[in-house]
Nanobody, 117 residues
Framework: QVQLVESGGGLVQPGGSLRLSCAAS??????????MGWYRQAPGKQRDLVAT???????NYADSVKGRFTVSRDNAKNTMYLQMNSLKPENTAVYYC?????????WGQGTQVTVSS
């Protein structure tokens, strides 16, 4: 009973910044208890993990984005964020929001991020 909707993607110049949002709807108790994360998938490539955040706020990042991306969550707003700085063309992909509760997983539909000059 969880629905995820991503927003904030778009076209940005190399070196620029974007902030993605993932809005969750459903049981407040369930949302607050969920682990959440961001994944991305470029054309012709597999979907890879970008960053995760637990219900308690602990974070983990792919090595390629450490120091440039920051994941956070605001449980009062039922929203997870991904602040992306110093963007590179190789960061171009569809970014997906994911949540999990026990053995159950939910995915958003994705938001396109294009980094190009």
């Amino acid at each position: 009973q969880v629905q995820l909707v991503e927003s904030g993607g778009g076209l940005v110049q190399p070196g620029g910044s974007l902030r993605l949002s993932c809005a969750a709807s459903g049981s407040i108790f369930s949302i607050n208890a969920m682990g959440m994360g961001w994944y991305r998938q470029a054309p012709g490539k597999q979907r890879d993990l970008v960053a995760t955040i637990t219900s308690g706020g602990s974070t983990n990042y792919a090595d390629s984005v450490k120091g440039r991306f920051t994941v956070s969550r605001d449980n009062a707003k039922n929203t997870m964020y991904l602040q992306m700085n110093s963007l590179k063309p190789e960061n171009t992909a569809v970014y997906y929001c994911k949540s999990n509760l026990g053995l159950l997983d939910w995915w958003g539909q994705g938001t396109q991020v294009t980094v190009s000059s």
